[in-house]
């Protein structure tokens, strides 16, 4: 059985690596322009967006579903906080999300649970005029109007994972996810650069045991903390090697026809 206090341990010196790596590191930039698609805001550049995270998620068995909102609460750019003009008082812009996976069982109170997603969709909408986002029950709920689909997008990867907070009873969740993202064809004009627009979303969340409501079957979280980032599809592996055997091909050609001459 793995040593709890070594999988704490493990667990937080691999978010503190991973936080240090995403600090070093330069995220790809990005200029939203929110006039293009009707919103009452103005162009800005940023390179990560901030989340805040109001979903439920529900438990059978190895099974999990999550659903709910991620609603924007601000940006950055190469690690400054930054506040578009407008941005959750003229307009505003969230994630409706669904997703579907299975964990390992366990009282999560007391035992650390890690699992997967199988399945996830999302859009991103944007509106006009102030909102709220909270819950009915132990159901996700917003109050935006007039919203605009912006993006959508499905998974590519992803993981969750659960610790104990070591009193027997709290515990913290946390997911990342590699995401396909499209860009609605009516929205081309909000995502002003670059052209054409990334087709990666890269996402993490980890929330507090405070932001974390349970109940009979699962628990809720409120207003937990998460970011989205992008990033330019990888290739996949044969293709750089299909390529590189084309060039060959080619060069053998040249010598060929050199010699042949």
Known sequence: MMNFTLFRQTAIALAMGLAGAAASA????????PAAAGLAGTSFTADNILISDYSTVTLSG?????????AVSGFQNAGTALTPTGLNSTYGMYFAFTGTGTTTTGDLGATPTFGSFNSLTY????????ASFGFSGNTAVETATGEVALATGTLVSGSVVTVPGGDGVSFTPSANAKLVFNVAPAAQGFFQTPSPFY???LTAFTN???QVEPFSGGFRI???????NFATPVPE???PALLLAGLGVLGFVARRRKQQA
């Open 222 to 228: 409120l207003q937990g903390g998460g970011s989205v």
């Open 199 to 201: 087709g990666t979303a």
């Open 237 to 239: 592996p044969e293709t």
């Open 26 to 33: 330069a995220l790809p930039s990005f200029t939203f322009n």
């Open 123 to 130: 859009t991103l909408y944007g509106y006009n005029g102030p």
């Open 208 to 210: 507090t045991s405070s």
């Open 62 to 70: 190895t099974s999990f579903t999550e659903t709910g909102f991620l």
